[in-house]
């Protein structure tokens, strides 16, 4: 009997994109905080298609590689409330992600070095107060990493200079694990395919943390062939791979795949959505 195939359920929505002024101004820095995140750069909401992937037969053909991201499916060992215990999460999960994504790629090393729980409302950054507490998804098109700000954190977690010259003369990367920690209904992860986006679209962007340290990431100016994806109701055990950074540049290697969440015009009065990443350095 003929296994009956899901249901797409593509998304018109918006893709809040860098709104650049055009006088060679540099994007507004992101200032992170102990408690705080203030993020008032100047964004341009853009109505666009985010087209569901669900069905093996269509999300089988995305991969890391080619297009940035890749769904995979992949049980975790730690249970849900689990996820809410950040000393758990860094000492089992970090080694668990790290197990899976030396399979996944084929290197020789992997190094979890951050993450981010994220489990409050769609306009966090609106909270006056403590918003760090709340932190809930990202509605803003971005890459974590720049091609300097990879480096930067490369120097950041490995501070033997001598150690780092060695790692970048072989192929290194930066790449994502993102899970829902439950069914993803609100704010779904969207991602957009790296054949689609022009190293000119990504404009190199400060964060500063607190104590004045500074990271680059990419905001993204919008461009008509941008091809915007994502899964929905996504589950705890469909994980998806997020390319940020590959020092790999030979032709059709997809280097970085932008991401943000979106809106689901059905899900408005769902709950928050809860999801965990988790960044991790990849060596071949």
Not at 264 to 273: F, G, I, Q, S, T
């Amino acid at each position: 009997m003929e296994t009956e195939k899901p249901a797409r359920h593509d998304l018109i929505t918006t893709i809040n994109y860098y709104k650049d002024l055009g006088d060679g101004s540099a994007p507004t820095p992101v200032y992170v905080g102990k408690d705080q995140v203030t993020n008032k750069r100047l964004m341009l909401p853009v109505t666009t298609t985010v087209t569901d992937v669900t069905g093996d037969d269509v999300e089988k053909s995305f991969t890391l590689d080619q297009n940035g991201f890749q769904y995979l499916k992949h049980v975790s060992e730690l249970a849900r409330e689990e996820f809410a215990d950040e000393e758990k999460i860094q000492r089992e999960y970090f080694a668990e992600c790290e197990g899976f994504l030396k399979e996944v790629t084929g290197a020789s090393r992997v190094f979890a070095f951050d993450h981010r729980v994220r489990r409050g409302p769609s306009d966090w950054h609106e909270i006056p107060v403590d918003n760090v507490r709340h932190r809930g998804p990202l509605h803003r098109a971005h890459v974590d990493q720049s091609y300097a700000g990879a480096e930067m954190v490369l120097r950041e977690k490995i501070p033997n200079a001598d150690e780092v010259g060695r790692l970048m003369q072989r192929r290194w990367g930066i790449v994502n694990i993102w899970r829902p920690i439950k069914p993803i209904h609100k704010d779904p992860l969207a991602l957009c395919d790296a054949r689609t986006v022009l190293d000119a679209d990504l404009v190199p962007a400060s964060i500063i943390l607190k104590g004045g340290q500074r990271r680059e990431s990419w905001t993204v100016k919008a461009n008509l062939e941008h091809r915007w994806y994502f899964k929905y109701q996504q589950q705890p055990d469909e994980v998806v791979l997020i390319k940020c950074f590959d020092s790999d540049s030979s032709p059709g290697m997809a280097r970085r795949a932008p991401h943000c969440a979106v809106e689901d015009p059905d899900a408005r009065e769902k709950d928050w959505r809860e999801s965990v990443e988790v960044r991790c350095l990849v060596f071949w």
